[in-house]
């Protein structure tokens, strides 16, 4: 189970470096557990391999992140990860507005997989605040947090960098109260990369 507050590597801030290394920096560092983003890398789909370094570590996989083209494949992975290491989050990166199959996938499947798993949290990861060219529609799907939460029923993997720093700042901080309680993960990044 997800330890209130912990600090946690994600595997995608790392996505050039095998799964092991990942392990042993974020060991080193000091970090509490992994959020492993399988989709960055081969590895990670190998429960069994993810199981050892969890091990070998001693530091437990909290969350398992799947990517914005998930599909069947990818969540039976991805709960076969949950098993057999213990982690009780499975954040879904959004996908784009024109990827019709994966929304459909997951709108029609999410309510099912929440009702057989009860011990998991689903979330999905707000993504980045953009407009699909120049028209005044989101570039990705589950855009609206309110909806992530009422409409589909599940927690949200906050991306702070994710958002318009004057949303951020002038709706998200003004109503933390009424959002803290949905959010299952909070993601923080560089978004410069410099």
């Keep these: 189970?997800?330890?209130?507050?912990?600090?946690?590597?994600?595997?995608?801030?790392?996505?050039?470096?095998g799964l092991d290394l990942i392990?042993?920096?974020?060991?080193?560092?000091?970090f509490e557990g992994i959020d492993l983003a399988?989709?960055?890398?081969?590895?990670?789909?190998d429960e069994e391999y993810v199981q050892k370094l969890a091990f070998t570590y001693n530091l437990p996989v909290y969350v398992v992140q799947t990517s914005a083209k998930l599909n069947q494949k990818e969540m039976d992975k991805a709960l076969d990860i949950c098993a057999k290491t213990g982690a009780d989050t499975i954040c879904i990166n959004a996908p784009k507005i024109t990827e019709f199959k994966v929304y459909d996938f997951i709108s029609?499947?999410?309510?099912?997989?929440?009702k057989e798993n009860p011990d998991l949290n689903f979330s999905i990861i707000n993504p980045i605040?953009?407009?699909?060219?120049?028209?005044?529609?989101?570039?990705?799907?589950?855009?609206n947090i309110i909806?992530?939460?009422?409409?589909?029923?599940?927690?949200?993997?906050?991306?702070?960098?994710?958002?318009d720093m004057d949303s951020f700042e002038e709706d998200f901080m003004r109503k933390i109260d009424d959002y803290a309680p949905y959010i299952?993960?909070?993601y923080l990044s560089d978004k410069d990369k410099k």
């Design 38 to 45: 399988m989709w960055k890398g081969f590895d990670a789909w």
């Design 147 to 163: 909806d992530i939460v009422k409409k589909y029923n599940a927690y949200v993997g906050f991306d702070i960098t994710n958002l």
């Design 108 to 114: 029609d499947n999410l309510p099912a997989y929440q």
């Design 129 to 143: 605040d953009s407009k699909l060219f120049a028209l005044p529609i989101p570039a990705f799907r589950f855009s």
């Design 184 to 186: 299952s993960v909070l």
């Design 1 to 17: 189970m997800l330890k209130t507050n912990a600090l946690l590597l994600s595997t995608d801030t790392l996505p050039n470096y």
């Design 23 to 30: 392990f042993s920096i974020a060991k080193d560092a000091g």
